[in-house]
């Protein structure tokens, strides 16, 4: 069991608080949303969990049946999903993937993965020449098909058709149970494959 342990984190930049005293235990197996309006510190809070981003106050431990996970152990055990996430673009298809799977072991062989997000026929393609929508497939892919015991996903749809939103759904079906699920976004679409909901706004000064 994972469990991640927040303690009166507060956020600042400059004078503006982002995020205010924020303490909470997330354990897994779960499906939870953070929710709130643009600015309410989602993703700063989403960063924060992976590691991405130092709180201005405040404690995080995270622990693996019982145990503290060091920090090198944490990396291994994080997806993370964003649109503001770069791809190695001058990479094809199916050379991004091997490459991001040589650092975080695969849940399928990579043949598998590309089929599972209806990029078959673009294997071979280079990232750079792909649509925002298959990039963000890509993104998807990346983070749901990791064997870690955290993803997080930060507004997972964007750039997505309605095509691209029932293979979210999908994925997070079949990819995310007995895992912890952590989803910031203020789109129905993308929060309701969740189960519980953290509303933001009481952690904004």
Known sequence: MLKISLQHITKRFGREVVINDFTHEFTSPASI?????NGSGKSTLLQIIAGYVQASKGEIHYTLNGKELS????????S???PYLE?????TLSEFLHFHFSFKKPLLP???IIRKIGLESSSDKLLEHMSSGMKQRVKLAQALFADTLLILLDEPCTNLDEEGYALYRELVKTCC??????????????????STFIH????KS
Do not use: H, W
Not at 33 to 37: E, I, V
Not at 71 to 78: A, R
Not at 178 to 194: F, H, P, T, W
């Open 33 to 37: 949303a953070l929710l709130g309006a």
């Open 71 to 78: 920090p090198e152990k944490t990396f291994q055990s994080v």
């Open 80 to 82: 993370y999903c964003a």
């Open 87 to 91: 791809l190695i673009e001058e990479m």
């Open 110 to 112: 990579i043949s598998d």
């Open 177 to 194: 149970t007995n895992r912890l699920l952590i989803v910031a976004s203020n789109d129905k679409n993308e929060y309701e494959v969740c």
């Open 200 to 203: 933001l706004k009481d952690y």
